[in-house]
């Protein structure tokens, strides 16, 4: 992979922005001693990733420019510009002032495509390492021109200065070992080993595929045992289970049957409860018109008293007046028959004396009549009381046939 150009930066001897080339298959760089030939390969060796130390430099700052300051005048005799004042301006003397060095590499691979390594000393004099404008680390950087055949390592795309007097004294064994590493035969030793530990670990890995085929058939034959063992005991627990099962299906029906029963118990219980407080709202209901019948009845039987009490005194009344009537009945009868005794008598004296007087006739006749209308006026009264009398034991037994009847009815309340 061919170098196209160099891009250098405030790098060693180099003031500024510089490119170098483009390079061709064949360029030379030639000029007097002290002309700085050599920072060109050091600007190549620093963008490879060499340490400062193979680049005649102990320190990153020793690759900062440290050039004076150029006349203020251009060498044409024209005026000087405002840009070049400044830059002027921030040249300084001795210790190098650039805030920021870098150096760009471009390579192109067979793809004509173009590889951009740089690296960068930041103003905190360290090391910043980009590809492809893009900042990765050391590691990465520097297995980029690996992958490209450019062994940054082994050297093999510069010749330092002193490097072929120094090949050409160091012993066989140490140019065979340079030979190895240019010709990459620590490489292809190591890939020969890496073939022979992969047939080994190839060989190794069909012996343990053999094996683990093996003892996975073993294991399968043991899984396969197990599982009819544990098939065995499911079995046998099965068998053990089945008559527990009967039983707990009996004892589970007859549950469910005793569950229902009592659902049914209980739901007559609900019914009966229900007709229970019926019932008892009716007795409520009863007692409390009882209540009002008894205190009812109670008080027709309270004013029937009274009035059989008054019945009964009218009774006693009547009866006292009908033995009064009775007895002045008796009386007037007693005197009626006297009256028609003395008037027989009268009678049968006149008849027989012949001589009476008109006057003891007249006499004799008003005396019978007068007795012979208070006799009538006497059966009159006895008439009279005898209908009062019966009326009265007629609402004598009236009212005890009523007492009797509200009696009954106040048992049979009561009974109830």
Known sequence: MPLIR????????????EVIGPFKKFTS??????????????????VLGVKSAQLRSSQLKDFVYRGRRLAKGPLDGSEAT??????????????????????????????????????????????????????????AYNTAPTSHNILVKAKNFLVF????????SQSPRELSRLIE????????????????????TFTKRRGIAGETKQYKEQKGEAEHLESLCDQKDDLIFLYKLFPIKEALEANASRHTNTLNTLAGLRAEQARARIAVVREETKVKKAEKALEAKIKHSSKKLQNSQKIQEQVGNDAERQQAKLHSLRRDLSNARQAADEAADVHLNITLS???????????????????????????????????ASRTLTQVRATDEELQRNQERLRCSFEAEGQD
């Open 181 to 200: 590493q240019i010709s990459e035969y620590e490489k292809t030793k190591e890939a020969q080993e890496r073939a022979e530990n992969a047939t080994f």
């Open 29 to 46: 760089v030639i000029g007097p001693d002290g002309a700085e030939k050599s920072n060109l390969i050091d600007a190549i060796s620093f």
């Open 161 to 168: 200065q002193g490097d072929v007097e120094a090949v050409m």
């Open 6 to 17: 160099i891009e250098v930066n405030d790098f060693k001897s180099y003031r500024g922005h």
């Open 82 to 139: 405002q840009d070049q004042d400044d830059d002027d301006k921030s040249d300084g003397e001795g210790e190098g002032t650039a805030k920021k060095v870098w150096v760009l590499a471009v390579f192109q691979d067979e793809k004509r495509k173009e590889w951009l390594f740089q690296r960068i000393i930041s103003s905190t004099r360290a090391s910043e390492y980009c590809l492809d404008n893009k900042v990765v680390t050391y590691s």
């Open 350 to 384: 006149s008849a027989r004396t012949v001589l009476t007087s008109q006057t003891e006739k007249h006499q004799l006749g008003v005396l019978a009549f007068s007795e012979r209308q208070a006799l009538e006026t006497l059966s009159r009264d006895e008439k009279t």
